[in-house]
């Protein structure tokens, strides 16, 4: 294990180099903290010592606080095991100092490790080094006094703008702005601190106390003016969150009442945020998404990835090119084949298009774009698949269809290559049936758009080789995705999970409440947008293929819904031809059609669940919690058959690939802030009231009734773990 240490040397030039070491990257973890302390009180009672520079070991500053402890604050509640470290560590001990202090910064410089530099006199830096203060993403705020700090030296726009976006800026920014004092080469970091340091002791330099700025504020006028922008602007970005609006507050103290009243609130409001749901949702999607990576009996049993350099992906429809999109921006050599010339090109166009819209969007550099566009090449046979190491099948949802492609490229590709389908919801086992290598037979199902999406859940069968699995878990990282690696079922384990939530919502519609209120509704909870028009966007061919997988599938908790047909035959397609249950024009947002409702009426006519024939009356919370909670159910079906390796798995799953809200932490986690309790409550009242469709899992109700977390782990006598 590397030490986690923090050393001091004096030079002959009278100059204290204080040094961070705690790999990879500097993290401020306890020890470091108490090491920091001990050091600097050593160097201002030592005669020898005129100076001092505080640096990170191994080319890095540091990556801020250690998060570890806000898990160990969220699982005890017990605040006090957050140190002091803005006014007795960066105030009292860096800023006030009796000797000067100067941050020789590379690498990064981050969270609570810039804060900490700017607690110095002066800050060099390297060259590309980033700066920022990203807590917001972790649903707190800047702790160490970067709320009062970084606007004195920014100004005021700029430290908004980065607090509130996390987004970090990089030294040369820094220096132009005035947060970095100057910009020098790495070999010459040290030596050029050194000397600052030794020129602010004997006043050739100026000795910077950054709290006590205000030339970079404004008038009081102009600073509340600003704030108030920045309110109404998080007020729209980030509405249930609270510590956008906290940080704001706490900037506000410290213009109308100085630094250091500024800093007192931050200390106190910082305390108060770290035990906000929010930020233990985000603390646990953020340790959850390290998590994935780890899977037992593949990552763990000394396998070594095999290198993966062409892929041939099978139809160049919406998925097909989007996939191909992803790997060749991943470096990845790509054969796209499709079944004529014409949907050969009209595949390769929409590759080129995404690239194209890629750079448009400044996320892609030109030479990039260019390198990634030659690297794929069109086909309409099988004659380059020899020497492809993995095929990834991306045409429609048919059985026999697949069947057919998957007998041809097994005959056709090499021994060792990849047999991956990009099928949403049918069992593997059906895919591979006529397959005679079921070991290399596995799912790479990608979220649509599939160079955009995040998620890429890797399916796994009881046959797949531990190697293959290893192989398309680096291909993923490779791509910039996140891997979640899933057991075998209908729909896997996020369409499977997520099927109630349309379901639920048309029951709530032939229950007789508005659509349009369910989609509103769903949407203030958090997610992009609502069932309906969700459904509207990905097109009623997809919900009515999907919807037969899941009847046959799940038959006592399925509910026939008219409306889809309904709307079909209305001529109606969702956004694919501007008209569903909204209507779509070119460079406007999506209207409600009031056109739908005879359509809507006619279904609820045909369904015939209204109690008593008349709307049900309802509050908004309830809505809410009609639709998610069978989700919640839904995955505990997913936890206690073990679809996936650990409930935490799910929770990324639910945030990558459905856009469920990270702040709430994923499905599992809010089900547990929600309580399993009242879930139960819930689903039972309902089941008998409405439906059978509600009826709570087995899973659900010993955990409800037990008061035993959904999350916590299946006891190992249970035999369902077989899937994984």
Request: glycine share 8%; hydrophobic share 40%; net charge positive.
């Amino acid at each position: 294990m590397p030490e986690v240490i923090v050393t001091m040397d004096v030079g002959s030039d009278g100059v204290a180099l204080i040094t961070i070491s705690n790999p990879p990257v500097n993290a401020l973890a306890l020890p470091i903290l108490a090491g920091l302390k001990e050091k600097f009180a050593e160097a201002m009672r030592r005669d020898d010592v005129k100076a001092i520079v505080l640096t990170g070991k191994n080319g890095r500053f540091s990556g801020g606080f250690d998060i570890n402890v806000f898990q160990k604050v969220h699982a005890t509640g017990d605040i006090s095991q957050l140190p002091d470290v803005s006014v007795e560590l960066v105030s009292n001990t860096l800023e006030d100092a009796k000797k000067p202090i100067v941050a020789a910064v590379q690498g990064l410089a981050l969270g609570g490790g810039l804060e900490v530099a700017m607690g110095c006199h002066a800050r060099i830096a390297a060259p590309k080094t980033q700066l920022g203060l990203p807590e917001l993403s972790l649903g707190v705020m800047p702790g160490f006094g970067g709320t009062q700090r970084l606007p004195r030296l920014l100004g005021l726009s700029k430290a908004i703008d980065m607090m509130l976006t996390s987004k970090p800026i990089l030294s040369e920014e820094g220096y132009k702005l005035g947060l970095i004092d100057a910009i020098v080469p790495p070999q010459d970091l040290l030596k050029v601190s050194r000397q600052w340091a030794l020129d602010i002791a004997e006043a050739r330099k100026p000795w910077v106390r950054s709290l006590h700025r205000t030339d970079k504020i404004g008038s009081l006028s102009e600073a509340r003016e600003i704030i108030k922008k920045a309110r109404q602007s998080a007020k729209r970005m980030a509405p249930n969150m609270p510590q956008h609006q906290a940080c704001l507050d706490v900037i506000e103290e410290g213009i109308v009442h100085g630094g250091c009243a500024g800093v007192l609130k931050e200390v106190k409001v910082f305390n108060e945020l770290v035990l906000s749901d929010t930020s233990k949702g985000l603390v646990h999607i953020f340790f959850a998404q390290r998590a994935i990576s780890k899977v037992p009996k593949v990552t763990d049993v000394g396998l070594k990835p095999r290198a993966v350099k062409k892929v041939a992906v099978i139809g160049g429809g919406l998925m097909g090119s989007g996939i191909a999109t992803a790997l060749i921006l991943g470096n990845i050599n790509v054969v796209l084949k499709e079944v004529n010339s014409e949907y050969l090109q009209k595949g390769l166009k929409t590759v080129e298009a995404n690239v194209r819209g890629l750079v448009a969007r400044k996320k892609l550099a030109p030479a990039q774009a260019e390198k990634a566009s030659s690297m794929i090449k069109g086909v309409l046979d099988y004659s380059e698949f020899r020497d492809v190491d993995m095929v990834i099948e991306a045409v429609i949802e048919n059985v026999p269809l697949k069947q057919k492609i998957f007998s041809e490229i097994e005959s056709v590709c090499p021994p060792h290559c990849i047999l991956a389908t990009n099928t949403s919801t049918i069992d593997l086992n059906l895919v591979g049936e006529k397959t005679k290598s079921q070991d290399r037979v596995i799912g790479a199902h990608f979220f649509s758009p599939a160079h955009v999406m995040p998620l890429l859940e890797i399916v796994r069968t009881e046959k797949t080789s531990a190697q293959v699995i290893l192989d398309l878990m680096t291909v993923g990282k490779i791509i910039k995705k996140a891997p979640v690696v899933v057991g075998n079922c209908t729909g896997f384990a996020v369409n499977r999970t997520f099927f109630p939530y349309t379901q639920g919502a048309h029951i709530l519609l032939h229950l007789g409440v508005d659509l349009f209120r369910i989609d509103r509704l769903i949407s203030s909870f958090g997610l992009p947008m609502g069932p309906f028009q969700l459904q509207d966007l990905a097109g009623y061919g997809v919900a009515v293929a999907v919807g037969k997988e899941f009847a046959n599938a799940f038959p006592d908790r399925t509910f026939r819904s008219p409306i889809v047909d309904l709307l079909i035959k209305s001529g109606r397609n969702g956004k694919n031809n501007g008209k569903g249950y909204y209507l779509y024009e070119k460079g406007s947002k999506p209207k409600p059609d009031p056109q739908v409702y005879p359509i809507i009426e006619e279904a609820r006519k045909q369904a015939n669940i209204m109690p008593g024939g008349k709307p049900i009356t309802i509050t908004d919370q309830e809505i809410v919690e009609m639709i998610l909670f069978p989700v919640v159910n839904e995955a505990c079906r997913v936890l206690e058959e073990g679809v996936v390796v650990r409930a935490s798995d799910l929770d990324v799953a639910s945030v990558l690939g459905m856009s469920f809200p990270s702040y709430r932490g994923g499905i599992v986690f809010w089900g547990d802030l929600v309580g399993p309790k009242h879930i139960y409550a819930s689903l039972k009242k309902w089941s008998e009231k409405y439906s059978n469709f509600y009826k709570p899992s087995r899973f659900l109700e010993e955990r409800g009734k037990n008061g035993v977390p959904l999350s916590a782990p299946l006891s190992t006598s249970t035999s369902s773990r077989a899937r994984l």
